[in-house]
């Protein structure tokens, strides 16, 4: 009894302690912080509604936009719901009923767009513009093209609880969510692995990645996309719980888990310490007799391959996705954060994270618009989901240089040229392309709203 309860004071005098120390670090700001911080609320909170865009043409309901002249009528998937993440917050910060209601119409209405174009075949497009027909300009095979990524769920999941647990907006429409889970999993998923795979280099998000750019169709088991139909799974448990559909969240739960346990099989590296994607492009094992060197036999009977896939040891940022959707393990998040986060030969730069380990030989950082470049400049979302998963593991101090290299990053723009842009040159900051970019980027704003002991929203 007295041991039991010695160990019980022990938990809460740690609890405090690390509450303490996560208190103090976050005090102990840099004095050009503060200048960033209300300069960066200041243009957020007056550019916001920009992008909050109107019903018409091809989008029946409001929706959200990235925000910048180059995407001003489009409804993007990955985006819309980071940005909506983003705005959430702004409407916390600013703690106004109309403008929180206002927004709910926009945030449902760009599910509600997407699933508009679904079907039994659970088909629904990355991006649909005022002007298109997305039923009618699918591809030619839908199963063997990339559409929306896994994050439909997770949208839809974020919206409704930031109102309570109220699910009913989606029930009429939840069967087309579980048609879109379907596709993932009868057409992109690799069944000996059991991961899930792009199709193709298109519209992937992280457009240059080298795991997939540029490489044979039906190859990359990216652990990007794998970590977010990880989080789109979860999603599914949790609208399911929502609306009353508690054997359809068990199922959704038992292909989270396995899926959770093939991207520790197959993609955690316990040499390098780290994440990848993986090569799934590898023949078939097969017994048929072949005749060589005027000998019938069996080519590799001898000794067939055991394994069902090869590493790709690429140093890409997405591998700290893992730490984000909380599939590594403590000790693989520590050795993560040791030995990648903060070397300054590999992911480290003074503004953030490379999307490219600088050591790869495909490093670069010039600008290019198509595709995006990845390949090693500074990204908003990128910093943001590192920095959000350093926060599942209680890295506190890492999160806190994180988030403070990426409000300098912004705040330095503002500054300068009174805008944002889409990606940045890591050592000086300096922007690279597209200003007026908002989108992922106004995610700042939560980054901002932890290091000052706010409300946080979080997706």
Not at 59 to 70: C, E, H, V
């Amino acid at each position: 009894m007295f041991a039991s309860s010695n160990r019980k004071l022990i938990r809460i005098a740690t609890l405090c302690i690390g509450v303490l120390f996560s208190i103090t670090i976050r005090a102990q700001l840099p004095p050009d912080i503060s200048k960033y911080k209300e300069l960066i609320k200041q243009y957020v909170y007056k550019d916001y509604k920009g992008m909050l865009k109107p019903a018409g043409g091809s989008l029946p309901y409001p929706f959200i936009t990235p925000g910048s002249d180059a995407y001003a009528k489009d409804l993007w998937d990955w985006d819309s719901w980071l940005t909506n993440i983003a705005l959430r917050q702004i409407i916390t910060d600013q703690g106004n009923p109309a403008d929180s209601k206002e927004l709910l119409a926009y945030e449902q209405g760009c599910v509600l767009n997407f699933l508009k174009y679904a079907g039994s075949d659970g088909y629904i497009p990355i991006v649909i513009w005022q002007g298109s027909n997305p039923r009618g300009e699918m591809p030619p095979d839908i199963y063997k093209a990339n559409m929306h990524k896994p994050v439909l769920a997770q949208h839809a999941a974020f919206i409704t609880r930031q109102q309570n647990g109220d699910a009913e907006w989606l029930r009429e429409k939840f069967n087309l969510l579980q048609s879109f889970m379907n596709n993932y999993e009868a057409f992109h998923k690799h069944k000996p692995t059991g991961l899930y795979y792009w199709q193709n280099d298109l519209a992937i998000g992280v457009d240059n990645d080298p795991s997939t750019y540029y490489r044979p169709p039906g190859s990359s088991a990216s652990i990007l996309l794998n970590c977010f139909m990880y989080k789109e799974l979860k999603a599914m448990v949790y609208l399911a719980g929502r609306l009353q559909l508690s054997e359809i969240g068990r199922e959704y739960n038992k292909m989270a888990d396995d899926l959770k346990a093939a991207i520790q099989e197959h993609c955690w590296d316990e040499r390098d310490g780290f994440f990848y994607s993986v090569d799934i492009n590898l023949f078939p094992v097969t017994s048929k007799p072949e005749v060589n060197l005027g000998i019938k036999f069996s080519l590799h009977s001898g000794f067939p391959r055991n394994y069902d896939a090869l590493i790709q040891r690429i140093g890409v940022w997405s591998g700290f996705l893992a730490m984000w959707a909380e599939i590594a393990t403590p000790e693989q998040a520590r050795r993560m954060v040791a030995e990648h986060l903060k070397n300054e030969k590999t992911f480290a730069a003074p503004y953030g994270i490379r999307t490219l380990s600088k050591m790869e030989k495909m490093y670069s950082v010039r600008a290019s618009g198509n595709p995006s470049n990845w390949l090693g400049p500074v990204w908003g979302i990128s910093n943001y989901l590192v920095y959000r998963g350093l926060i599942n593991y209680k890295f506190d101090r890492d999160a806190m240089d994180l988030a403070l290299k990426t409000i300098r990053l912004f705040g330095r723009d503002f500054e300068k040229n009174g805008a944002l842009h889409e990606y940045y040159e890591p050592e000086q900051g300096t922007p690279v392309l597209n200003r007026g970019f908002q989108n992922w980027n106004y995610l700042v704003i939560n980054m901002i709203a932890w290091l000052e002991r706010k409300t946080v929203i979080m997706e």
